[in-house]
């Protein structure tokens, strides 16, 4: 059964943080990997993981990068030749990869965004990446869905912003629990979308269309 979740607030200005501490070295992040492997019960010193610590610290890089990302810069740049269009600006189905904060462990979900412009619209890619940018990053699916809707409103100022993220979360299909299949939908509306109902309802149709 899915879980609805509405209306969450993050920390105030989230999508600005940067890291919190200084990162170790290199050398470091593989001697932490190495313990790791040796935690498991395998041996570090066999073929197959001699390489393994190094591989993991330039995946966790790529996997994390968000942190040093600002996604308010990837909507900074919007378009106001749209000719007279003020109507729901809906993107649909970003796929997105990301890691629960609780087990570090994937969570794997999908994004659906919009926006009720106000004069001004962005591009579609900036939204997509605003979805990846809070994705690489520890995460819960809450706070994940509140910042993506707060960092719209805040920088574009649209009449609205409704964002809905349906995800399955490894924490629980993985360990725990063990109930694979098993999915998490969240929301948040801001605006005309929070205010008026209708317009809430017209968004999940347009969003479940096809």
Avoid at 34 to 53: F, K, M, Q, S, V
Avoid at 129 to 157: C, G, K, P, S, Y
Avoid at 199 to 205: I, L, Y
Wanted: hydrophobic share 40%; glycine share 6%; proline share 5%.
């Amino acid at each position: 059964m899915d879980a609805i979740i509405k209306n969450i607030m993050p920390a105030p200005a989230a999508y600005m943080d940067k890291p919190v501490t200084n990162r170790p070295s290199q050398q470091e992040v593989e001697a932490a990997v190495n313990i790791l492997l040796r935690w498991t019960g395998d041996d570090p010193d066999r073929e197959g993981l001699l390489d393994t610590p190094r591989r993991v610290a330039k995946a966790y890089r790529e996997m994390f990068s968000g942190y040093d990302q600002c996604p308010a810069e990837e909507l900074g740049r919007t378009f106001e030749e749209v000719a007279g269009y003020n109507d729901l600006v809906l993107v649909r189905d970003i796929q997105f990869h990301s890691h629960c904060e609780h087990h570090m462990v994937p969570i794997i979900g999908k994004a659906h965004i919009g926006y009720l412009p106000d004069n001004k619209v962005v591009g579609l890619s900036k939204i997509a990446r605003v979805v990846d940018i809070f994705a690489h990053r520890l995460q819960t699916q809450e706070a994940m869905t509140a910042q993506i809707a707060n960092v719209i409103q805040d920088v574009l100022n649209p009449r609205g912003v409704a964002v809905v993220i349906e995800a399955e979360h490894m924490c629980m299909a993985m360990r725990g629990i063990r109930k694979q299949g098993s999915t998490t939908l969240t929301s948040t509306f801001t605006g005309t979308f929070k205010d008026n109902a209708q317009e809430q309802v017209r968004f999940m149709s347009m969003m479940r269309m096809g």
